[in-house]
């Protein structure tokens, strides 16, 4: 199994226990190595975000099975922008013009989704928007980098913010939320499309009953997990094709 970072290690050997089989796990810096991974069948089972598992689910048969509830048990996060309370700025208005840090193409909040909203609500791609755009390769690295002032505005989302938060990665306090999406649906946990339906079956019942296991999951800034399916995501899709039709990533 892929997983995106080392908060993960208790689900694992959750995993572990009610599958009856042991899991070897690794986290990846990039999704598009997991997407490979998966495509190669070097992996059975992977924690995606949304837009990486719509590219997954096409290009490697990834299929959901289950997708995370947040600290407050929604269905889904939000993308949200952060820049450092030191500059006194609050709105889309005072970062025209900023320094701007995506987190990867393949990122949900960390780019697709801030990128189609931010030109449908400024009327303008952000590349016009902002004086310069950066990939920082992980969400932890983008809003670092606000807080260092090595750029002035950075994506990311709520969810991931507030699990950086309870592990003591990063300090709320120099940070300010200037905007925030509308509801995207919860990272999916995807399986090989092409896998006996008894294991897809037994990891769904393994991830679910982890959600009795609420002090690990609240260290996680999650409560747990619900079963999803791949319409879910159809929403992500039609956003992937508005920015492909407009030349994007």
Known sequence: MCIRDRR????????????????????????????????????????????????????????????????????????????????????????????????????????????????????????????EIVFTGSHGSSVHRVVNKDVDVAATNDMDLKAMVLAGQVSMDPLVEIWRSELIPGSPMAVRRDLPESFKTAAQKAFISFNSQTETLAKMGRVGFVEATDSEYDLIRLMDQKKSSKGGD
């Open 8 to 131: 993960m290690a208790p689900l694992i050997a959750h995993l572990q226990s009610e599958l009856g089989v042991p899991v070897e796990a690794f986290s990846a810096s990039e999704y598009q190595g997991v997407i490979t991974a998966m495509q190669n069948k070097q992996v059975d089972l992977a924690y995606f975000g949304p837009q990486s598992y719509v590219v997954a689910e096409r290009i490697a048969g990834a299929q959901a099975i289950a997708k995370e509830l947040s600290e407050e048990g929604s269905l889904g996060y939000h993308a949200i922008l952060v820049v450092h309370k030191e500059t006194g700025w609050k709105t889309l208005a005072d970062v025209k013009g900023k320094k701007l840090a995506f987190v990867s193409p393949v990122s949900t909040s960390g780019y697709l989704v801030p990128s189609v909203a931010l030109e449908e609500q400024l009327g303008a791609a952000p590349e016009a928007y902002f004086s």
